[in-house]
C-alpha cells in the first residue's frame, strides 16, 4: 500500500496580493498548443481578440509535438529566448 501525503496545510491558506496592472500590454506573447484536441481553436481566438485589441502586442505560435510528454527543451528556450509572456492551451 502507497500513501502520499499533501504538505500543504489547507487550515491556514497561503495570502497572496494581485501585482498591480498597468492597463495595458505590449511584447510578445507565445501561444502554446499543447497538441491536445482543439486547444487551438481557443488559441485561434485568443490570437484574434489579442490582435485586435492589443495593438503593442506581437503573437508568436509554438506547439508541441504531444501532450503526452513535457514541452522539449529547445522548445521551451526558443520560446524563453521569443517571448515576454506566455500562454498554455489546454482543451478536449
Known amino acids: 500500500m502507497t500513501i502520499i501525503l499533501d504538505p500543504t496545510d489547507e487550515r491556514m491558506p497561503v495570502e497572496r496580493q494581485i501585482t498591480t496592472r498597468s492597463g495595458s500590454l505590449s511584447g510578445v506573447i507565445g501561444l502554446l498548443d499543447i497538441s491536445k484536441p482543439r486547444g487551438n481553436v481557443m488559441l485561434d481566438e485568443l490570437e484574434r481578440l ?5 495593438p503593442g502586442v506581437t503573437v508568436k505560435r509554438y506547439k508541441k509535438p504531444t501532450f503526452a510528454k513535457p514541452c522539449p527543451d529547445a522548445l521551451r528556450r526558443e520560446i524563453r529566448d521569443e517571448c515576454d509572456f506566455l500562454v498554455e492551451a489546454l482543451a478536449d
Open 50 to 54: 489579442l490582435c485586435q485589441k492589443a
